[in-house]
């Protein structure tokens, strides 16, 4: 996905990095590749917007100064690989509660030669807080779970259900660990859906987070927003910034150039 057509050689692997059910598929346009499992959980564009929103808010200053930094629910791993080659000075750790594909991530860690700035921690977020003391990190950024228990239909994959659906954590949950485990004036990153957003707010605010800066995405000019991306300030003034949309496609279909600036990673 968002890969453009680019062909490239994909590398030689290790016999141990590689399982039988994983595809090994290139990372944007010149970013190299990554690992993903050919059913199951994989990766999506609102983790690529995500690290987008991240790095273009921060600036080269932001990536270069030495950050604590820690991703909740990981994933494969996308966003710590994409943020990594942006930002010299970010360490930290990736948090994500399924084996398998807390796993993943630690091999695509190894494939980016990644394995001494960041470590993945296979755990549920909520056991961070015994962890890790307060204050613990600078930037946090997630990509939780869509949709509520009791809302939408749970799918049958495990690894899908838990990525779509609160089922181990809430929304009040992730706003909370976060909370605690940002420092004062730390800065959380989250993509969340549109139609949701009030919510968000809501419990951003009740965790002591104050929205700062909210970018709402589009599928296409005419259309509703999908996502909202924020970024939040532990203990922060009241003062929003609201940026201009991000448009996926245009009206004929097709990715706009801004969504290419993305896929090449032009920050």
Same mark, same amino acid.
């Not at 917007?49 to 994933?75: I, N």
């Not at 791993?77 to 360490?91: E, F, M, R, S, Y």
């Not at 976060?178 to 707010?201: I, M, N, Q, S």
């Not at 910034?241 to 801004?258: K, N, Q």
């Given at each position: @996905?968002?890969?453009?057509? !680019?062909?490239?050689k994909?590398?030689?692997? =290790?016999?141990?990095?590689?399982?039988?059910?994983?595809?090994?598929?290139p990372?944007?346009?010149?970013?190299?590749h990554?690992?993903?499992?050919?059913?199951?959980?994989?990766?999506?564009?609102?983790?690529v917007?995500?690290?987008?929103?991240?790095?273009?808010?921060?600036?080269?200053?932001?990536?270069?100064?030495? +950050?604590?930094?820690?991703?909740?629910?990981?994933?494969c791993?996308?966003?710590?690989?994409?943020?990594?080659?942006?930002?010299?000075?970010? !360490?930290g750790?990736?948090?994500?509660?399924?084996?398998?594909?807390?796993?993943?991530?630690? &091999?695509?860690?190894?494939?980016?030669?990644?394995?001494?700035?960041?470590?993945?921690?296979? !755990? %549920?977020?909520?056991?961070?807080?015994?962890?890790?003391?307060?204050?613990?990190?600078?930037?946090?950024?997630?990509?939780? =779970?869509?949709?509520?228990?009791?809302?939408?239909?749970? %799918? =049958?994959?495990?690894?899908?259900?838990?990525?779509?659906?609160?089922? +181990?954590?809430?929304?009040?949950?992730?706003?909370?660990v976060?909370?605690?485990?940002?420092?004062?004036?730390?800065?959380?990153?989250?993509?969340?859906?549109?139609? &949701?957003?009030?919510?968000? #707010?809501v419990?951003?605010?009740?965790?002591?987070?104050?929205?700062?800066?909210?970018?709402?995405?589009?599928?296409?000019?005419?259309?509703?927003?999908?996502?909202?991306?924020?970024?939040?300030?532990? %203990?922060g003034?009241?003062?929003?910034?609201?940026?201009?949309?991000?448009? #996926?496609?245009?009206?004929?279909?097709?990715?706009?150039?801004? @969504?290419?600036?993305?896929?090449?990673?032009?920050?």
């Open positions: @996905m968002g890969d453009s057509g !680019t062909s490239r994909a590398p030689c692997l =290790p016999e141990d990095l590689r399982r039988e059910d994983e595809t090994l598929e990372l944007l346009m010149d970013r190299g990554i690992l993903q499992k050919r059913r199951g959980y994989r990766f999506s564009l609102d983790a917007v995500l690290a987008d929103f991240v790095a273009r808010l921060r600036g080269r200053a932001g990536a270069e100064k030495s +950050t604590r930094y820690l991703d909740l629910g990981t994933g791993g996308v966003i710590l690989v994409l943020l990594a080659k942006w930002g010299t000075g970010l !360490t750790y990736g948090v994500e509660i399924q084996e398998a594909l807390a796993d993943l991530a630690g &091999r695509n860690l190894r494939l980016h030669g990644l394995e001494d700035r960041f470590q993945v921690l296979c !755990t %549920n977020l909520k056991t961070l807080p015994a962890r890790f003391p307060p204050a613990s990190f600078d930037w946090i950024t997630s990509n939780p =779970p869509y949709r509520g228990l009791g809302t939408g239909r749970i %799918n =049958p994959d495990p690894q899908k259900a838990l990525a779509r659906h609160e089922l +181990t954590a809430s929304l009040e949950d992730i706003c909370g976060t909370a605690h485990l940002l420092g004062e004036k730390g800065r959380a990153f989250l993509v969340y859906p549109a139609g &949701r957003f009030a919510g968000l #707010v419990h951003l605010r009740e965790a002591g987070l104050e929205p700062k800066t909210v970018r709402p995405v589009y599928p296409k000019p005419g259309e509703k927003a999908s996502w909202v991306l924020v970024e939040s300030v532990r %203990n003034k009241e003062e929003l910034s609201i940026e201009r949309p991000l448009f #996926v496609e245009d009206a004929h279909g097709e990715y706009t150039e801004e @969504m290419n600036r993305i896929f090449r990673w032009d920050l």
